[in-house]
């Protein structure tokens, strides 16, 4: 959601995501239904509908899709997406335009430059042409997605070589990625001074211009225990 509202640039989007106070779910399910934040709970159908919708739509889900996956009428789908593109109308306009582009050209191109070639992204074959379309806005999403966390775990790496630990036999590790999950084998000594470096100025800062200029903040969480399983 973070990486598609860089793209769209929409500022209620963008507002919403860089609240830190704000559950991004509830502010858009209040938003859509006219409420105050505070009466969406965290179990909240609404909230469920909100989250549903979101992602739902950058995966190119329609109405149907939506309905079946919430558990709702289809008219209830359908009226809750429309409200959705009323709060974020430049998320519409994005989409409508990258699926325009992608007829032309052939193909997407993501903000760090990787390009995806969609063939299809004008077939005359209806069920070909429209799942060329869900790919050409997806494509983007997911690469810069994807590259935000390569381009950190190259810049962890590069850290924790570098990084004086406080016994340097038991040196701090990267040991995996998991999706967008960093894990890493850190001595106790280590930790507070380790972790605080990687969140605020790796994972938080990327030092890339054309993210930072977007306006989107991204935030990451950590935490820490004695084995992967308390995590």
């Not at 558990?71 to 009226?79: K, V």
């Not at 390009?115 to 379309?133: F, M, Q, S």
């Not at 004086?164 to 998991?178: E, R, V």
Request: charged content about 25%; overall charge positive.
């Amino acid at each position: 959601i973070r990486v598609a509202a860089m793209h769209c640039q929409d500022p209620s989007m963008i507002g919403f995501i860089n609240d830190p106070k704000a559950d991004y779910h509830k502010s858009v399910a209040a938003k859509v239904h006219g409420c105050k934040v505070e009466d969406i709970g965290d179990k909240d159908p609404r909230r469920t509908l909100a989250k549903t919708v979101s992602f739902a739509i950058l995966y190119g889900g329609g109405p149907q899709r939506i309905a079946d996956l919430v558990g709702i009428h289809l008219n209830e789908a359908q009226a809750f997406i429309k409200e959705y593109f009323e709060v974020f109308p430049k998320l519409r306009e994005w989409i409508a335009e990258t699926k325009i582009k992608a007829q032309r050209t052939k193909k997407t191109v993501s903000l760090f430059g990787r390009t995806r070639n969609i063939p299809d992204a004008d077939a005359r074959n209806l069920g070909k042409r429209e799942r060329a379309l869900r790919i050409a806005t997806n494509a983007p999403i997911q690469a810069d997605a994807s590259d935000i966390t390569l381009f950190s775990l190259n810049r962890v790496h590069r850290y924790l070589k570098k990084f004086k630990h406080a016994d340097p036999s038991k040196s701090s590790a990267l040991k995996a990625s998991i999706h967008d999950s960093i894990l890493l084998s850190v001595h106790q000594d280590d930790i507070d001074k380790i972790v605080r470096h990687i969140k605020f100025n790796i994972l938080e800062n990327t030092g890339l211009p054309f993210i930072e200029a977007t306006g989107v903040l991204l935030r990451a969480d950590a935490s820490w225990g004695h084995n992967w399983g308390e995590q």
